[in-house]
């Protein structure tokens, strides 16, 4: 496989599909620039990791669309101090961005 530029392709993505669709909550958008998505998929879908879809995760599961977990996330209006409980965190990345 290529080496592939994590960093710019998750901040082409934070650019592109969360401000550029209207994500504007500075800590949303700085937990998108610090959490690596390509880590919460399988290796055979790196090249897509930081794209505007869904991907398999197994068991008939896939983690979310960047732009919907942004927007979730979003809405909750956690701020940097907020309390959430998750339950069935799937992939684990929802989690880890709030």
């Known amino acids: 496989m290529k ?3 994590f960093d710019a392709m998750r901040e082409r993505m934070v650019r592109e599909q969360l401000i550029g669709r209207g994500i504007s909550d500075k800590f949303v958008l700085e937990a998108f620039r610090k959490v690596p998505r390509h880590r ?17 995760i197994g068991n008939s599961q896939t983690i979310s669309q960047p732009y919907m977990v942004a927007l979730m996330t979003e809405l909750l209006k956690v701020g ?4 959430v409980l ?5 992939s684990g990345y929802q989690l880890a961005i709030l």
């Open 3 to 5: 080496n592939l530029d």
């Open 40 to 56: 919460f998929i399988d290796d055979e879908h790196l090249e897509s990791a930081y794209g505007d879809f869904p991907l398999p």
């Open 80 to 83: 940097k101090s907020g309390n």
């Open 86 to 90: 998750e339950i069935g965190t799937g």
